[in-house]
């Protein structure tokens, strides 16, 4: 298949040929990839494409994919709308 | 790994990769960037990614105003293949009380005087400017329409491309442990990956600068403290320019990809190194911003983070070299705002490094500003 038409982020729109257009200018870690494409970076945080982006990196730099550093997870875990926290600080108080 | 440089640049963000790319186009060769994890991992890409010339301090408004004639050509200047996402639809910065407006005729004086187009409203010009802004607790504002919004990351790699063109050698994922003097002569630059000879260490390592600046014994009036920040989900365009408010302590505003970028400190945060994220800031920017920018209350967060502010005595940056070491450069000290300053930051020091006529007096930017001397003018402009 294409890789263009592979899609490996589905929140930031980032391709495999994206990726691998990436790994060819030399960004070889998930977290410079995060960096120039935003993959990983959108709503879902990496849930969906954490697991091929590794698998994409080990892939093409050969690397065990146990190798891999997997991207630094931040909080928070998923969406939550700021004035829902206001209010349940609010309740809290 | 190269064992000799003519120049070794300790720090791969903004501030290390301008700095190469600036001495590069001035001619000089033998260039190294090191840096200990990857481009942007420290402060530079952990910032609000604001554009601001709206100062209280002469030299932050004018290093500001420079940089910001820089960015307007930056995306041809630096030949870059990808997009810095450069956007000036302005500051709006808003304040609470009289006295606050008081200051705010000071800087808009100063501004104005050194050419920044900043103007001061009325609570309800700045409302047209955000209407959906809630003027309830808002005394007055300032406005700059020229200041605006970059990528951090884009712009950094566009420093980065157009430096390894000129032939500078990055080595990321690389940790200078030691720096060896010999009778006051800088030799080599130890790191995690061999030794480097040189004659000339320029330091612009942000969060770790002090650290840097001991291992030559030189003591930087630096320190170093986390400041928290979040983002969340990417939307359609509802705000054009940042909003902020140093009494307020907030500062918020919509990327040109659509996620609001929002942060706010804490006067009680300790000094040090540690970037942890907390609930207590969570909750506290989700009432700043609710309050003061309804609509954006409704958005989901979905990540935050912290970054260092590297704080000198009076908040504005030290480029610098020094009489006790000749070949020792600083780029440090900014106080949270090294990355819209950065353009200047590589031309001055570059221009210093080579003996060229400085664009602009540097006494006030200097090391020895602070030697035995009570801060004069200090930046309060700063959330």
Redesign the interface.
Known sequence: MDPKHVIICRCSDVTLADLIALFEQGYQTFEELKRIKRVGMGPCQANTCGKMVQWEISKYFNQPLEEVPFHNMRPLTMGIKLKEIMEAKNREE | MKNKADYVIIGGGISGCAIAYHLADFGAKNIVVIEK?????GAT?RCGAGIRQQWGAKMNCLLAKKSVEFFEKAQEILAYD?DIEFKQEGYLIVGSDQEEDMVFKTNVALQNALGIPAKRLTKEEAKQIVPYLNIDNVYSATFCPTDGHLNP??TT?AYYKAAKRLGVTFYTYTEVKDIVVKDSVIQKVVTTRGDIETGVVINAAGGWSKAIGQMVGIDIPVYSENHEILV???VEKMQGPMVISFSKNIYCQQTP?GAFIMGRSDPDMPEGLDVS?SHQF??A???T??ELLPP??????????GGLYNMSPDHQPIISGTKKLPGFYMACGFSGHGFMLAPMTGVLLAELILGKAPTMPMEELSLERFDGKQVITKEKSVV
């Open positions: 994890e990857y481009l942007t991992s890409g990808g990351f884009t790699d969340t989900e990417p990809h994220s969570l909750d920017m989700a009432k911003v609710t954006v209350g409704e958005l989901r967060v979905i990540r935050q983070w």
